[in-house]
């Protein structure tokens, strides 16, 4: 068997066998196959496309590629979550604490951010002193005596996924349905979860664009959940404005304290509120999602959400009274009045990207206190010379640079826009 072959096939639309898929992916993990003709074969499947059945085995010969990490003593039913990524994402960091109160157990492995969309560890590590490479027995031991642990991916978990991806992310091919699916799946089923809810962002800050791209994409996720014996529940949401007000590290972190405070923005309180009732569902703790937000709201007035956060920082070595800011602060004023119709997530975290809040390159080192505050969403009046947005930056150059994108970013109608809604659709 050759991978020149194989890349051939698929360059002509033909489906690959599952013994040249198997081939393939041994030949990534064990570094047998050139990176040049990885490069290829990704190529060829992001144009042609993959059936159900090689998606399945793409998924489970990456899954095989290391270990899986067993829930061994945890008797109770685990949810995993996972998000594709947006502008303004620290749901995980809001949803774990509050399904922990409600008596779920939280057990998530995350990642770190490349690009414009921002990784639940760096944020995390905004806290000083906060562990994410804890050992497979030290994050074990936390889920069963605390219930919740956010963590680094620990051991040797799918090693093939990592290669592809590094690979996926310089080759344009990270928006290829199969690869997408293929490469969330094998890392969920890794964790051996008994149910899988997958928030599929969708918009101009997501790597879906439109709903149907987004839906394809939910759908197979579920097929795949069914082949591998696994319930999964997928949401899509919007993602054209970023999702909250803070758009950074250190900054998403003070935000996700003020909603487990219930002193959050409306509009990812509620957010929030609906994925945990989900889980919740999901993980057979409430019978009805109108039970689960009741629950949930309970536990985030009587401040039980956020002790649970509390918990788990002191847990894995950080202090809630040590986060950093930036040095500075700039403020991002209008220019007209009218109401806001448009904030662009993309262009919003091409703005946080100038201020160092992520990472063009897998090495680059980032800023954990620069980010975006914003003022103004979709839908608010605003005045001439009224605060559109605050911008947390350690150089005035680049908080200057970053201001004259950012003004790009709004869009000022004379008429009042409806608010579109954050969540469109559920598919299981």
């Known amino acids: 068997m ?4 194989i890349i051939e096939r698929k360059k002509n639309g033909k489906n690959l066998t599952k013994k040249q898929i198997k081939y393939f ?13 990885i490069s290829a074969l990704l190529m060829a499947i992001s144009l042609k496309g993959m059936d159900d059945d090689e998606v399945y085995y793409l998924t489970k010969y990456i899954l095989e590629s290391g270990e899986k990490i067993d829930l061994f003593g945890i008797d109770d039913k685990i949810v995993d979550k996972h998000s594709t990524g947006g502008i303004g994402d620290k749901t995980t960091i809001i949803v774990g604490p509050i399904v922990a109160a409600c008596g779920l157990k939280f057990a998530k492995l995350s990642g770190r951010g490349l690009g414009l969309t921002g990784g639940t560890i760096d944020k995390l590590e905004s806290i000083k002193g906060f562990r994410t490479d804890l050992s497979l027995d030290e994050f074990i031991e936390s889920v069963k005596k605390y219930g919740l642990c956010i ?6 978990i799918v090693p093939a996924d990592k290669k592809l991806y590094a ?21 969920k089923l890794a964790l051996n979860s008994d149910s899988i809810f997958i928030d599929v962002k969708v918009g101009i800050g997501a790597f879906m664009k439109t709903i149907d791209d987004a839906r394809k994409l939910a759908n197979t996720l579920v097929k795949l959940g069914e082949r591998f014996d696994r319930e999964v529940v997928c949401y899509l949401t919007n993602m054209d404005e970023p999702l909250g007000l803070a758009i950074g590290n250190s900054v998403e972190i003070y935000e996700a304290i003020d909603v487990l405070k219930n002193k959050g923005h409306y509009s990812i309180v509620e957010f929030c509120i609906e994925l945990s009732a989900e889980l919740l569902l999901l993980g057979e703790i409430v019978n009805s999602i109108e039970e689960g ?15 649970k956060f509390v918990e788990m920082v002191e847990n894995q070595n950080g202090s809630i009274d040590d986060i ?8 991002l004023n209008s220019e007209e009045e009218g109401y806001i119709y448009k904030v662009n997530a993309k262009t919003v975290g091409e703005a946080a990207m100038i201020l160092g809040s992520g990472r063009e390159n897998k090495d680059d080192q980032i800023d954990h206190t620069v980010g975006i505050i914003l003022n103004k ?3 608010s009046r605003v005045k ?15 908080g200057e640079l970053a201001k004259n994108i950012l003004m790009e970013a709004f869009s000022i109608s004379v008429e009042h826009s409806d608010i579109a809604d954050s969540i469109i659709e559920k598919i299981k």
Do not use: C, W
Request: aromatic share 8%; charged share 30%.
């Open 2 to 5: 050759r991978i020149y072959d």
């Open 25 to 37: 992916i041994e030949g990534v993990t064990n570094e047998t196959i050139p990176d040049y003709q």
């Open 151 to 156: 963590s680094g991916q620990t051991g040797n």
């Open 167 to 187: 690979i996926r992310d310089v080759t344009a091919t990270v928006d290829s349905i199969p690869l997408i699916a293929a490469s969330i799946m094998s890392k």
């Open 293 to 307: 937000r009741k629950i949930v709201k309970e536990k985030i007035e009587n401040g039980e959400a956020y002790e």
């Open 324 to 331: 950093p800011r930036s040095d500075f602060v700039l403020e």
């Open 377 to 379: 969403k979709v839908g």
């Open 384 to 398: 001439k010379g009224e605060k559109l947005a605050y911008i947390h930056t350690n150089s005035f150059e680049k």
